[in-house]
């Protein structure tokens, strides 16, 4: 009961974000796109499958490479923003956890920050594992650990600081799970993959003051939003204004650049 309630409480987050998610992050979760395909040797003729496609973003740096794509969300709302972002491409509904396709039937998955919002990402693993024929790679990213992905440290402190979080939220698995490099290297372990590889990009998260971190999870995301939702008014107005107050020595000029640094795990199907 709180798998099935932690997935509906996701899927009706990103079926109400889809154009705010692309307004916030999209600039921002590409930044990483180069490194994933390199990681999964995306190239012409590779049959590729974008899990969690969101917005499309993968799916279509991996169709400029010519890789033949297919793009799939649990959200209709993502199907329908990626169908308009990117009209030459598939996308369709699908589940992580059950995906509609045959055995052996890919060359290389990615799975561009969607791991964090799976109610069983081992399930997305092993479904991952299933659809790729022998050879074949996956790659998938998270964020970094909030100590390094500044724009969450930020946030979680002052909610810390001002408010508090224990809000009842759907139970779901830890939101950092994947940024420990051992634990996704024990993950694709155990659902078959060989050759572990984890690495660290570097991004940066860029907004125009006075808009701030804040304003990214607040609006453009689903469970640090439900979380700040749930604060008093007291606390998320003190909440707002320690965040912008940190936010102050990351600003020049009217730009705003907090380090949003992203684990970037890969593996082999042998």
């Known amino acids: ?34 490194a994933l395909l390199d990681a999964l040797d995306v190239r012409a003729g590779v049959q590729f ?20 794509v297919i793009g799939v969300d649990f959200a209709d709302a993502m199907v329908q ?14 589940g992580a956890e059950d995906l ?78 994947f940024s420990d490099s051992h634990e996704s290297e024990r993950a694709l372990l155990e659902a078959g993959f060989v050759e572990p590889r984890i690495n660290e990009v570097s991004q940066t998260l860029r907004l125009r003051a ?9 609006r453009g995301g689903v469970r640090v939003a439900a979380i700040l939702r749930a604060q008093s008014p007291e606390a998320l107005a003190a909440i707002q204004k320690a965040v912008s107050d940190d936010a102050a020595s990351y600003t020049n000029n009217g730009e705003v650049q907090v380090p949003m640094p992203c684990v970037l795990a890969s593996a082999r199907k042998a």
Not at 12 to 28: C, D, I, K, M, N
Not at 51 to 68: F, I, K, M, Q
Not at 81 to 94: D, E, H, K, M, V
Not at 137 to 146: C, G, K, L, N
Request: proline share 8%; hydrophobic share 45%.
């Open 100 to 177: 509609p396709f045959e055995d052996m039937s890919f060359d290389a998955v990615g799975i561009s920050f969607g791991m964090l919002h799976f109610c069983r990402p081992e399930a997305a693993l092993t479904e991952a594992f299933r659809v790729l024929r022998p050879g074949g790679r996956i790659a998938f990213t998270v964020w970094a650990s909030p100590d390094q992905a500044v724009g969450f440290r930020m946030v979680l402190k002052a909610i810390e600081k001002h408010g508090r979080m224990d809000v009842q939220l759907p139970p779901g698995p830890p939101f950092f799970r």
């Open 1 to 34: 009961m709180e798998q099935d309630e932690f997935s509906a409480f996701e899927r009706r987050g990103w079926e109400t974000v889809a154009q705010p998610y692309h307004s916030y992050f999209g600039e921002l979760t590409t930044q990483c796109n180069d």
């Open 49 to 68: 499958l974008d899990v969690a496609s969101g917005p499309g973003y993968l799916a279509a740096a991996a169709a400029r490479r010519g890789a033949d």
């Open 210 to 218: 006075p808009e701030t971190p804040f304003d990214v999870l607040m």
């Open 81 to 94: 923003q990626a169908r308009r972002l990117f009209p030459a491409l598939t996308f369709r509904l699908g």
